[in-house]
T-cell receptor, first 111, second 115 residues
Framework: GEDVEQSLFLSVREGDSSVINCTYT??????LYWYKQEPGAGLQLLTYIFSNMDMKQDQRLTVLLNKKDKHLSLRIADTQTGDSAIYFCAGAGGATNKLIFGTGTLLAVQP | EAQVTQNPRYLITVTGKKLTVTCSQNMNHEYMSWYRQDPGLGLRQIYY???????DKGDVPEGYKVSRKEKRNFPLILESPSPNQTSLYFCASSLLAGGGAGELFFGEGSRLTVL
């Protein structure tokens, strides 16, 4: 089955760029997602990328997909303190299109 | 307002005392799912339901039961809770099954402690 891995923690300074990385094992994932979890809340969809795309940009967010290396990244430009949260990557595929989540990366933004 | 509502948000209970965590969505979604979140393990799926009266095991179903008698409700039942079920639980729903560029909507979570 799908296995999705992320580093556990990233610390950046306000105004810098953040890059959160994710690797996955199942190349049949049709879509790959980034979810954000703020403290005390559920997950919210941040952005997603279709598997035949290399890059997707949405305001401060850039998603890069390297299918050959099975590597997904989320870049947040001009990181703000409000971006402090846990970020989960997830892949969906297979017969039931089930979402498999990574372990989550805690992003800490220092003022 | 479109939302997934879970209750209770916080619960402390003792080993063996049956409990139910309710989940309700008001978006007429077909698909609903329960996850547990544990440090370093991410989200793991407990059970899911593709539609009314259709439920299936996820990755960690042991010790849990679910039912889907109505489209909007998907309660999670712990018949005999044990301390290893201490966790943060999330209910989620989507228009279609699991993914496919469809957004998964999450409840705010239910933090359960089993003593």
């Amino acid at each position: 089955g799908e296995d999705v891995e992320q580093s556990l923690f990233l610390s950046v300074r306000e105004g810098d760029s953040s890059v959160i990385n994710c690797t996955y094992t199942d190349s049949s994932s049709t879509y790959l997602y980034w979810y954000k979890q703020e403290p005390g809340a559920g997950l919210q969809l941040l952005t997603y990328i279709f598997s035949n795309m290399d890059m997707k940009q949405d305001q401060r967010l850039t998603v890069l997909l390297n299918k050959k290396d099975k590597h997904l990244s989320l870049r947040i430009a001009d990181t703000q303190t409000g971006d402090s949260a846990i970020y989960f990557c997830a892949g969906a595929g297979g017969a039931t299109n089930k979402l498999i989540f990574g372990t989550g990366t805690l992003l800490a933004v220092q003022p | 307002e479109a939302q997934v509502t879970q209750n209770p948000r916080y619960l402390i209970t003792v080993t063996g005392k049956k409990l139910t965590v309710t989940c309700s969505q008001n978006m007429n979604h077909e698909y609903m799912s329960w996850y547990r979140q544990d440090p370093g393990l991410g989200l793991r799926q407990i059970y899911y339901s593709m539609n009314v009266e259709v439920t299936d095991k996820g990755d960690v179903p042991e010790g849990y039961k679910v039912s889907r008698k109505e489209k909007r409700n998907f309660p999670l039942i712990l018949e005999s809770p044990s301390p290893n079920q201490t966790s943060l639980y999330f209910c989620a729903s989507s228009l279609l099954a699991g993914g496919g560029a469809g957004e998964l909507f999450f409840g705010e979570g239910s933090r359960l402690t089993v003593l």
